[in-house]
């Protein structure tokens, strides 16, 4: 990609008549992580509108150059030598519009690059409930779909009517919510689908009582998470019925640390970078604690956070 990001083929994708939006080249991703780790991406595009959207991703399927869509890049670890081709980033799209109300519940369309947490105040504000134990999680609306974000009993799933995707074709269909496979901090949105908003259901209620329980889950959290630290959240899956983060913790790693990279002292399955760390290290401190895991309880971990990019620049 390299090579074609210098040529005329990124003119012609990238050309005013078809695109419209922000456009840098070898973009290091430690920007635009949660992690604050990563290495540059070819392209990074910031289309403005659907169409410029759709434009791109037709032009980029037929000169077979990969993308990869982005929200906030807060369940990501980008490998220190970035990303082949083009890293969509969705925060043109951030749009919520209530669609249709009566007495007891409310429908809104989610663009997939809201903040979730603009979300989960704008339900708050408005006294719907549904998303509370989603307040304090960062990213986008778009990355919590995709990964069924969740806290505290609520998924993000359980709201969710229906779905816009782009599919390989660039066209977009919608899809509704049941028919879409969704389970533990995964879904059935295919790598190579782009979600483009959601519609969502909440149930009206007391603003009050929506802002009680987000600030009783906010609390939990502070105190449970480091949330002050650069991290991607979890790393590893529970396994079924057990926490990775106690086991990790009984396996003796709480505060183990490879370079730059430390298993936090406060919640054992966040992994923080305490400075100059690298994907390398963090790679290599995620199979030494699986390791250990496996050695003590002879549990295989599975990552919860997604591992992308290349390995080093071409
Ligand atoms: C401090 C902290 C606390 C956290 N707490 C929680 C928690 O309690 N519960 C929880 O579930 N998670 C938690 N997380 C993890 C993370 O915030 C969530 O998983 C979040 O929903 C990811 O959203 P994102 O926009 O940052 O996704 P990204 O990291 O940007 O992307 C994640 C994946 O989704 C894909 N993707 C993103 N947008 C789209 C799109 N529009 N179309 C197609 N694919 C897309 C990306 O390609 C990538 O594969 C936490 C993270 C941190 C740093």
């Known amino acids: ?4 990001v ?3 083929k990124t003119r012609e994708i990238f050309s005013e008549s078809l695109f419209k939006g922000e456009v840098r080249f070898m973009e290091q991703m430690s920007l635009h992580t949660s992690l604050r780790i990563g290495g540059p991406a070819d392209v990074f595009a910031v289309p403005e509108d659907i169409l410029s959207l759709r434009n791109m991703h037709a032009s980029l399927k037929r000169n077979q150059i990969p993308c990869l869509p982005l929200g906030g890049g807060t369940n990501i670890l980008v ?3 970035g990303i082949e081709g083009v890293v ?3 925060k043109s799209f951030k749009k919520i519009e209530i669609l249709s109300e009566d007495d007891n519940y409310v429908n809104l369309s989610v663009e997939a690059g809201t903040p979730l947490q603009r979300l989960v105040r704008f339900s708050a504000e408005n006294g719907f409930a549904g998303i509370e134990g989603l307040a304090g999680i960062p990213g986008s609306f778009g990355g919590a779909v995709c990964g069924n974000a969740g806290a505290f009993g609520y998924e993000i799933k359980d709201v969710l009517v229906s779905l816009a995707i782009l599919d390989y074709e660039s066209n977009i269909k919608n899809y509704k919510a049941e028919g879409i496979d969704f389970g533990y901090r995964k879904s059935g949105i295919l790598p190579g689908e782009i979600l483009i908003s959601a519609e969502i259901t909440l149930k009206k209620d007391r603003k009050d009582n929506v802002l009680a ?3 009783g889950f906010l609390s939990k959290k502070r105190e449970k998470q480091p949330v002050w630290e650069p991290s991607a959240g979890c790393v590893f899956k529970n396994p079924p019925g057990l926490s990775a983060g106690k086991l990790i913790d009984e396996a003796g790693c709480k505060g183990m640390r490879i370079d730059g990279v430390e298993v936090s002292s406060i919640h054992a399955n966040f992994f923080v970078n305490k400075g100059k760390a690298t994907a390398f290290d963090f ?3 995620m199979e030494e604690v699986a390791h250990k895991v496996r050695e003590k309880f002879g549990i295989l971990l599975e990552p919860e956070i997604r591992i992308v990019g290349r390995e080093s620049v071409n």
């Open 1 to 4: 990609m390299n090579n074609q």
């Open 79 to 81: 490998r220190d030598g």
């Open 88 to 90: 969509i980033s969705f």
């Open 283 to 285: 790679i290599r401190l």
């Open 213 to 215: 329980r987000i600030e």
């Open 6 to 8: 210098k040529d005329g």
